[in-house]
Protein backbone atom coordinates (compact mmCIF):
# COMPACT_ATOMS: atom_id res chain seq x y z
CA UNK A 1 0.00 0.00 0.00
CA UNK A 2 1.45 3.37 -1.06
CA UNK A 3 1.05 6.06 1.96
CA UNK A 4 0.34 9.78 0.35
CA UNK A 5 0.56 13.00 2.04
CA UNK A 6 -1.59 16.22 0.38
CA UNK A 7 -1.85 19.73 0.79
CA UNK A 8 -5.67 20.78 0.33
CA UNK A 9 -6.89 24.85 -0.61
CA UNK A 10 -7.24 25.66 3.01
CA UNK A 11 -2.92 25.89 2.81
CA UNK A 12 -3.69 30.11 2.45
CA UNK A 13 -4.56 29.99 6.07
CA UNK A 14 -0.99 28.86 7.06
CA UNK A 15 0.89 31.97 5.22
CA UNK A 16 3.52 33.60 5.34
CA UNK A 17 4.79 30.02 6.90
CA UNK A 18 4.19 27.83 3.61
CA UNK A 19 5.62 29.75 1.31
CA UNK A 20 8.57 27.86 1.20
CA UNK A 21 7.88 24.79 2.50
CA UNK A 22 4.73 22.82 2.39
CA UNK A 23 1.64 22.73 5.45
CA UNK A 24 2.87 19.33 6.27
CA UNK A 25 6.52 20.18 7.05
CA UNK A 26 5.30 22.82 9.70
CA UNK A 27 6.64 21.88 13.04
CA UNK A 28 4.18 20.69 15.87
CA UNK A 29 6.00 19.37 19.16
CA UNK A 30 9.70 18.04 18.06
CA UNK A 31 8.24 16.80 14.68
CA UNK A 32 6.71 17.84 11.79
CA UNK A 33 3.39 17.43 10.75
CA UNK A 34 5.00 14.89 8.23
CA UNK A 35 7.02 13.18 10.45
CA UNK A 36 4.47 12.65 12.98
CA UNK A 37 2.04 10.27 9.95
CA UNK A 38 5.00 7.96 9.60
CA UNK A 39 6.02 7.25 12.97
CA UNK A 40 2.30 6.39 13.42
CA UNK A 41 1.28 4.60 10.43
CA UNK A 42 4.70 3.10 11.16
CA UNK A 43 5.07 3.23 6.98
CA UNK A 44 7.15 5.75 5.07
CA UNK A 45 5.08 8.56 2.92
CA UNK A 46 5.41 7.21 -1.03
CA UNK A 47 4.26 10.33 -2.38
CA UNK A 48 4.24 14.27 -1.71
CA UNK A 49 1.43 16.27 -3.70
CA UNK A 50 1.51 19.71 -3.21
CA UNK A 51 1.38 23.29 -4.83
CA UNK A 52 2.90 23.29 -8.46
CA UNK A 53 5.19 26.39 -6.97
CA UNK A 54 7.04 23.97 -4.41
CA UNK A 55 7.16 20.52 -6.41
CA UNK A 56 10.81 21.08 -8.01
CA UNK A 57 12.06 21.91 -4.42
CA UNK A 58 10.49 19.31 -2.93
CA UNK A 59 11.62 16.36 -5.54
CA UNK A 60 15.64 17.50 -4.82
CA UNK A 61 14.74 17.68 -0.88
CA UNK A 62 13.17 14.37 -1.00
CA UNK A 63 14.30 12.67 -4.10
CA UNK A 64 12.94 9.22 -2.70
CA UNK A 65 9.77 10.27 -2.62
CA UNK A 66 7.58 10.75 -5.77
CA UNK A 67 6.22 14.90 -6.07
CA UNK A 68 2.71 15.48 -7.63
CA UNK A 69 1.99 12.19 -9.11
CA UNK A 70 0.03 8.88 -8.91
CA UNK A 71 0.53 5.71 -8.36
CA UNK A 72 -2.01 2.31 -9.56
CA UNK A 73 -1.60 0.77 -6.34
CA UNK A 74 -3.95 0.51 -3.05
CA UNK A 75 -3.54 4.08 -1.45
CA UNK A 76 -3.76 5.78 1.91
CA UNK A 77 -3.97 9.38 1.24
CA UNK A 78 -4.04 11.63 4.57
CA UNK A 79 -4.25 15.37 4.71
CA UNK A 80 -1.43 17.49 5.75
CA UNK A 81 -2.59 19.96 8.16
CA UNK A 82 -3.54 16.65 10.49
CA UNK A 83 -1.90 15.97 13.82
CA UNK A 84 -1.73 12.54 14.02
CA UNK A 85 -1.57 10.64 16.95
CA UNK A 86 -2.32 6.73 18.43
CA UNK A 87 -6.52 8.15 18.09
CA UNK A 88 -6.63 8.97 14.75
CA UNK A 89 -4.52 6.05 13.28
CA UNK A 90 -6.71 3.17 15.49
CA UNK A 91 -9.87 5.22 13.34
CA UNK A 92 -8.08 4.31 10.21
CA UNK A 93 -9.91 1.28 9.41
CA UNK A 94 -10.90 0.16 6.27
CA UNK A 95 -11.77 -2.94 4.29
CA UNK A 96 -9.09 -3.16 1.41
CA UNK A 97 -12.21 -4.02 -0.99
CA UNK A 98 -13.74 -1.00 -0.72
CA UNK A 99 -12.84 3.15 -1.08
CA UNK A 100 -13.62 5.33 2.52
CA UNK A 101 -13.44 8.88 3.20
CA UNK A 102 -12.28 10.19 6.62
CA UNK A 103 -13.84 13.35 7.37
CA UNK A 104 -13.37 16.15 10.03
CA UNK A 105 -16.14 18.68 9.92
CA UNK A 106 -15.91 20.01 5.98
CA UNK A 107 -12.53 18.34 5.39
CA UNK A 108 -10.96 15.38 4.37
CA UNK A 109 -8.59 14.02 6.81
CA UNK A 110 -7.56 10.55 5.08
CA UNK A 111 -8.89 8.34 2.42
CA UNK A 112 -8.14 4.75 1.13
CA UNK A 113 -8.53 3.98 -2.43
CA UNK A 114 -8.72 0.99 -4.47
CA UNK A 115 -6.33 1.32 -8.10
CA UNK A 116 -9.53 1.54 -10.27
CA UNK A 117 -10.69 4.73 -8.09
CA UNK A 118 -7.39 5.99 -8.43
CA UNK A 119 -7.82 6.05 -12.46
CA UNK A 120 -10.83 7.98 -12.21
CA UNK A 121 -8.88 10.29 -9.37
CA UNK A 122 -6.09 10.73 -11.95
CA UNK A 123 -8.41 11.26 -15.36
CA UNK A 124 -9.94 14.76 -12.99
CA UNK A 125 -6.89 15.80 -11.71
CA UNK A 126 -3.76 18.38 -12.56
CA UNK A 127 -0.59 16.89 -10.85
CA UNK A 128 0.53 20.79 -9.93
CA UNK A 129 -2.85 21.20 -8.24
CA UNK A 130 -4.42 21.53 -4.99
CA UNK A 131 -7.50 20.77 -5.20
CA UNK A 132 -7.27 16.63 -4.63
CA UNK A 133 -9.92 17.31 -1.68
CA UNK A 134 -12.80 18.31 -4.00
CA UNK A 135 -12.06 15.68 -6.73
CA UNK A 136 -12.26 13.20 -3.99
CA UNK A 137 -15.07 14.42 -2.99
CA UNK A 138 -17.03 14.90 -6.19
CA UNK A 139 -15.72 10.74 -7.08
CA UNK A 140 -17.27 9.83 -3.81
CA UNK A 141 -20.72 11.60 -4.56
CA UNK A 142 -20.73 8.99 -7.89
CA UNK A 143 -19.49 5.86 -6.80
CA UNK A 144 -21.15 6.18 -3.37
CA UNK A 145 -18.04 5.75 -1.96
CA UNK A 146 -18.28 4.93 2.33
CA UNK A 147 -17.60 8.26 4.42
CA UNK A 148 -16.92 7.77 8.07
CA UNK A 149 -16.80 11.01 10.56
CA UNK A 150 -12.77 10.88 12.41
CA UNK A 151 -12.34 12.56 15.52
CA UNK A 152 -8.88 13.98 14.84
CA UNK A 153 -6.77 17.12 15.23
CA UNK A 154 -6.20 19.01 12.29
CA UNK A 155 -4.98 22.30 12.15
CA UNK A 156 -6.90 24.96 10.57
CA UNK A 157 -4.56 27.79 11.21
CA UNK A 158 -0.83 28.89 11.82
CA UNK A 159 -1.68 29.50 15.48
CA UNK A 160 -3.22 26.36 16.31
CA UNK A 161 0.43 24.68 15.76
CA UNK A 162 0.93 27.04 18.85
CA UNK A 163 -1.97 26.70 20.67
CA UNK A 164 -1.15 22.19 20.52
CA UNK A 165 2.47 22.53 21.11
CA UNK A 166 2.59 21.72 24.60
CA UNK A 167 0.25 18.61 24.31
CA UNK A 168 2.52 17.48 20.75
CA UNK A 169 5.73 17.97 22.58
CA UNK A 170 4.79 15.38 25.61
CA UNK A 171 3.26 13.19 22.73
CA UNK A 172 6.47 13.14 20.32
CA UNK A 173 8.61 12.25 23.88
CA UNK A 174 6.99 8.95 24.08
CA UNK A 175 7.64 8.52 20.15
CA UNK A 176 11.20 9.47 21.33
CA UNK A 177 11.55 7.74 24.24
CA UNK A 178 10.45 4.14 22.48
CA UNK A 179 12.86 4.74 19.70
CA UNK A 180 15.88 5.38 22.41
CA UNK A 181 14.45 2.15 24.64
CA UNK A 182 14.83 3.92 27.81
CA UNK A 183 18.83 5.26 27.53
CA UNK A 184 17.58 8.96 28.24
CA UNK A 185 20.48 10.99 29.54
CA UNK A 186 23.21 10.52 27.26
CA UNK A 187 24.85 13.87 26.99
CA UNK A 188 27.47 16.03 29.27
CA UNK A 189 26.15 17.04 32.32
CA UNK A 190 27.66 19.41 34.51
CA UNK A 191 27.76 18.42 37.92
CA UNK A 192 26.03 21.93 39.11
CA UNK A 193 23.15 21.75 36.85
CA UNK A 194 19.78 20.57 38.15
CA UNK A 195 17.71 18.39 36.34
CA UNK A 196 14.36 18.13 38.08
CA UNK A 197 11.88 15.33 37.24
CA UNK A 198 14.76 12.99 35.41
CA UNK A 199 12.52 10.45 33.99
CA UNK A 200 10.76 12.85 31.74
CA UNK A 201 14.13 14.36 30.16
CA UNK A 202 15.51 13.79 27.05
CA UNK A 203 19.38 14.46 26.41
CA UNK A 204 20.95 12.95 23.05
CA UNK A 205 24.63 12.47 22.38
CA UNK A 206 26.47 15.10 22.38
CA UNK A 207 24.87 17.74 24.12
CA UNK A 208 26.13 19.98 26.92
CA UNK A 209 24.68 20.98 29.59
CA UNK A 210 26.31 23.90 31.48
CA UNK A 211 27.13 25.07 34.83
CA UNK A 212 24.34 26.02 36.78
CA UNK A 213 21.47 24.99 34.21
CA UNK A 214 18.14 24.61 35.06
CA UNK A 215 16.37 21.65 33.31
CA UNK A 216 12.83 21.83 35.08
CA UNK A 217 10.44 18.87 33.66
CA UNK A 218 8.06 19.36 36.81
CA UNK A 219 4.93 19.90 34.68
CA UNK A 220 5.96 18.64 31.37
CA UNK A 221 8.45 16.79 29.29
CA UNK A 222 11.93 18.32 27.71
CA UNK A 223 13.69 16.78 24.61
CA UNK A 224 17.36 18.09 24.01
CA UNK A 225 18.56 17.03 20.65
CA UNK A 226 22.02 16.03 19.49
CA UNK A 227 25.14 18.18 19.41
CA UNK A 228 23.02 20.59 21.91
CA UNK A 229 25.02 23.29 24.24
CA UNK A 230 22.87 24.56 26.89
CA UNK A 231 25.08 27.24 28.27
CA UNK A 232 25.20 28.15 31.98
CA UNK A 233 22.80 29.60 34.23
CA UNK A 234 19.72 29.07 31.10
CA UNK A 235 16.60 27.77 32.33
CA UNK A 236 14.61 25.64 30.36
CA UNK A 237 10.83 24.83 31.92
CA UNK A 238 9.11 21.77 30.45
CA UNK A 239 7.16 21.00 28.27
CA UNK A 240 10.02 22.17 26.09
CA UNK A 241 11.66 20.52 22.34
CA UNK A 242 15.51 21.58 21.51
CA UNK A 243 16.33 20.60 18.26
CA UNK A 244 20.22 18.88 16.93
CA UNK A 245 22.66 21.42 16.89
CA UNK A 246 21.54 24.62 18.80
CA UNK A 247 22.80 26.64 21.29
CA UNK A 248 20.78 27.99 24.01
CA UNK A 249 22.98 31.09 25.42
CA UNK A 250 23.80 32.25 28.78
CA UNK A 251 20.83 32.91 30.96
CA UNK A 252 18.34 32.17 28.51
CA UNK A 253 15.10 31.59 29.95
CA UNK A 254 12.92 29.19 27.55
CA UNK A 255 9.38 28.60 29.53
CA UNK A 256 6.70 26.09 28.48
CA UNK A 257 5.08 25.06 25.08
CA UNK A 258 8.45 25.88 23.07
CA UNK A 259 9.98 24.09 20.43
CA UNK A 260 13.32 25.11 18.91
CA UNK A 261 14.48 23.90 15.58
CA UNK A 262 17.99 22.25 14.82
CA UNK A 263 21.02 24.44 14.22
CA UNK A 264 19.30 27.75 15.98
CA UNK A 265 20.68 30.14 18.62
CA UNK A 266 18.61 31.34 20.96
CA UNK A 267 18.94 33.79 24.28
CA UNK A 268 16.49 35.87 26.05
CA UNK A 269 12.88 34.92 26.86
CA UNK A 270 11.16 32.85 25.07
CA UNK A 271 7.48 31.32 25.73
CA UNK A 272 5.21 29.05 24.19
CA UNK A 273 6.46 29.53 20.19
CA UNK A 274 7.89 27.71 17.96
CA UNK A 275 11.06 28.63 16.07
CA UNK A 276 12.46 26.51 12.56
CA UNK A 277 15.31 25.85 12.07
CA UNK A 278 18.55 27.77 11.54
CA UNK A 279 16.55 30.89 12.93
CA UNK A 280 18.59 32.92 15.56
CA UNK A 281 16.97 35.25 18.74
CA UNK A 282 20.24 35.26 20.54
CA UNK A 283 19.81 37.76 22.63
CA UNK A 284 17.86 39.56 25.32
CA UNK A 285 14.33 40.25 24.32
CA UNK A 286 10.71 38.61 24.41
CA UNK A 287 8.76 35.91 22.08
CA UNK A 288 5.39 34.76 23.13
CA UNK A 289 3.16 32.74 21.45
CA UNK A 290 5.05 33.29 18.18
CA UNK A 291 6.05 31.10 15.12
CA UNK A 292 9.03 31.78 13.12
CA UNK A 293 10.27 30.21 9.64
CA UNK A 294 13.89 29.16 8.64
CA UNK A 295 16.85 31.70 8.45
CA UNK A 296 15.06 34.15 10.32
CA UNK A 297 17.01 36.67 12.40
CA UNK A 298 16.00 38.89 15.53
CA UNK A 299 17.87 41.45 16.40
CA UNK A 300 18.89 41.77 20.32
CA UNK A 301 16.28 43.70 22.45
CA UNK A 302 13.60 43.09 19.97
CA UNK A 303 10.30 42.24 22.14
CA UNK A 304 6.53 41.42 21.07
CA UNK A 305 3.40 41.43 22.74
CA UNK A 306 1.32 38.50 23.06
CA UNK A 307 -2.07 39.68 25.20
CA UNK A 308 -4.15 42.58 24.44
CA UNK A 309 -4.05 45.19 27.00
CA UNK A 310 -8.32 44.64 27.63
CA UNK A 311 -7.42 40.41 27.29
CA UNK A 312 -9.73 40.13 24.64
CA UNK A 313 -9.08 37.72 22.12
CA UNK A 314 -6.56 38.57 19.57
CA UNK A 315 -7.21 39.14 15.94
CA UNK A 316 -5.16 39.34 12.62
CA UNK A 317 -4.84 40.34 9.23
CA UNK A 318 -4.98 36.88 7.29
CA UNK A 319 -5.77 37.52 3.26
CA UNK A 320 -6.91 40.58 3.57
CA UNK A 321 -9.15 40.29 6.19
CA UNK A 322 -9.93 40.75 10.27
CA UNK A 323 -9.69 36.89 11.79
CA UNK A 324 -10.12 36.64 15.22
CA UNK A 325 -7.87 33.72 16.27
CA UNK A 326 -10.36 32.57 19.45
CA UNK A 327 -7.02 32.85 21.36
CA UNK A 328 -6.37 35.47 24.59
CA UNK A 329 -3.14 35.23 24.25
CA UNK A 330 -0.97 35.86 20.22
CA UNK A 331 2.04 36.88 19.61
CA UNK A 332 2.93 36.89 15.92
CA UNK A 333 4.20 34.99 12.86
CA UNK A 334 7.19 35.66 10.69
CA UNK A 335 8.14 33.97 7.29
CA UNK A 336 11.28 32.64 6.30
CA UNK A 337 14.20 35.13 5.82
CA UNK A 338 12.87 37.89 7.76
CA UNK A 339 15.59 39.93 9.78
CA UNK A 340 14.59 42.81 12.80
CA UNK A 341 17.06 45.40 14.08
CA UNK A 342 17.98 46.07 17.34
CA UNK A 343 15.21 47.59 20.14
CA UNK A 344 12.50 46.38 17.45
CA UNK A 345 8.80 45.94 19.19
CA UNK A 346 5.80 44.02 17.60
CA UNK A 347 2.12 44.76 18.45
CA UNK A 348 -0.32 41.38 19.43
CA UNK A 349 -1.52 39.41 16.37
CA UNK A 350 1.47 41.08 14.29
CA UNK A 351 2.21 39.14 10.58
CA UNK A 352 5.31 39.00 8.93
CA UNK A 353 5.93 37.94 5.75
CA UNK A 354 9.18 36.38 4.24
CA UNK A 355 12.30 37.79 3.30
CA UNK A 356 11.68 41.28 4.72
CA UNK A 357 14.18 43.81 6.24
CA UNK A 358 12.95 46.04 9.00
CA UNK A 359 14.51 48.37 11.45
CA UNK A 360 13.65 51.46 13.82
CA UNK A 361 12.21 52.30 16.79
CA UNK A 362 8.29 51.99 16.78
CA UNK A 363 5.81 49.83 16.11
CA UNK A 364 5.68 48.45 12.53
CA UNK A 365 1.87 47.83 10.97
CA UNK A 366 0.38 44.66 12.30
CA UNK A 367 0.60 43.37 8.90
CA UNK A 368 3.66 43.42 6.88
CA UNK A 369 3.79 42.13 3.35
CA UNK A 370 6.65 39.55 2.37
CA UNK A 371 9.49 41.05 0.66
CA UNK A 372 9.49 44.50 2.70
CA UNK A 373 12.10 46.66 3.82
CA UNK A 374 12.87 49.71 5.75
CA UNK A 375 12.31 51.68 9.08
CA UNK A 376 8.63 51.21 10.27
CA UNK A 377 9.27 55.30 10.84
CA UNK A 378 9.11 55.73 8.08
CA UNK A 379 6.72 54.07 4.93
CA UNK A 380 7.61 50.92 4.18
CA UNK A 381 8.89 50.09 0.62
CA UNK A 382 9.41 46.93 -1.94
CA UNK A 383 12.74 45.00 -0.86
CA UNK A 384 14.41 44.26 -4.43
CA UNK A 385 14.46 40.13 -4.96
CA UNK A 386 18.22 40.52 -6.20
CA UNK A 387 18.80 42.35 -2.33
CA UNK A 388 16.52 39.36 -1.09
CA UNK A 389 18.52 36.79 -2.61
CA UNK A 390 22.01 37.90 -2.20
CA UNK A 391 21.46 38.21 1.90
CA UNK A 392 19.66 34.51 1.33
CA UNK A 393 22.57 32.97 -0.16
CA UNK A 394 25.11 34.70 2.20
CA UNK A 395 23.23 33.07 5.29
CA UNK A 396 22.87 29.83 4.17
CA UNK A 397 26.28 29.18 2.64
CA UNK A 398 27.20 30.27 6.41
CA UNK A 399 25.61 27.12 7.91
CA UNK A 400 26.78 25.18 4.71
CA UNK A 401 23.59 24.42 3.28
CA UNK A 402 23.25 24.87 -0.34
CA UNK A 403 21.38 27.39 -2.19
CA UNK A 404 19.67 25.53 -5.11
CA UNK A 405 18.35 26.47 -7.84
CA UNK A 406 14.95 25.14 -7.59
CA UNK A 407 14.81 27.59 -3.99
CA UNK A 408 16.20 30.38 -6.10
CA UNK A 409 13.34 29.74 -8.60
CA UNK A 410 10.63 29.52 -5.74
CA UNK A 411 11.92 32.78 -4.18
CA UNK A 412 11.63 34.41 -7.83
CA UNK A 413 8.07 32.97 -8.03
CA UNK A 414 6.79 33.62 -4.28
CA UNK A 415 8.33 37.50 -4.75
CA UNK A 416 5.53 37.69 -8.20
CA UNK A 417 2.72 35.50 -5.47
CA UNK A 418 2.86 38.68 -3.10
CA UNK A 419 2.80 41.67 -5.58
CA UNK A 420 -0.65 42.05 -4.84
CA UNK A 421 -0.29 42.03 -0.83
CA UNK A 422 2.22 44.99 -1.44
CA UNK A 423 0.33 47.03 -3.59
CA UNK A 424 -2.69 46.26 -1.16
CA UNK A 425 -0.31 47.83 1.47
CA UNK A 426 0.97 50.55 -0.67
CA UNK A 427 4.34 49.19 -0.18
CA UNK A 428 4.93 49.46 -4.14
Known amino acids: MKVYVFEDTKYEKFLPLVYFRPVFDLKCGALS ?32 KKTNGLSSDFSLFINGRVIAD ?8 FDKKKDKLFIKDDSIVAAYLKPVTIEKLRERWDNNSINISDILKSVASEEDIQMQDTDVRIADYAWDLIKFNGEEIRNDFLL ?42 THGQIIIGMNVNVMA ?11 DNTIVRVGAKIYSNTSIGEVCKVGGEVDSSIIH ?27 NSD ?3 NYSNVKVYLNGKLTDTGMQHFGMLMGDHSKTGINMMFDTGTIIGVACNLYGSGLPP ?21 MALETAKIVMSRRNVQFLKSYEEL ?3 TFELTVSERKREKNI
Open 33 to 64: LKEKIEKYTGSKISHLLCRKELSSLLKEIYPK
Open 86 to 93: SSFIKQLR
Open 176 to 217: ISKEMKGKKLLGSIHSSAHLLNKKDIIIDRESEIGPGVVLDA
Open 233 to 243: HAVIIGPTFIG
Open 277 to 303: SYSNKQHDGYLGHAYLGSWVNIGADTN
Open 307 to 309: LKN
Open 366 to 386: RFVPSFVRGSVTAPLKTHSIE
Open 411 to 413: FRK
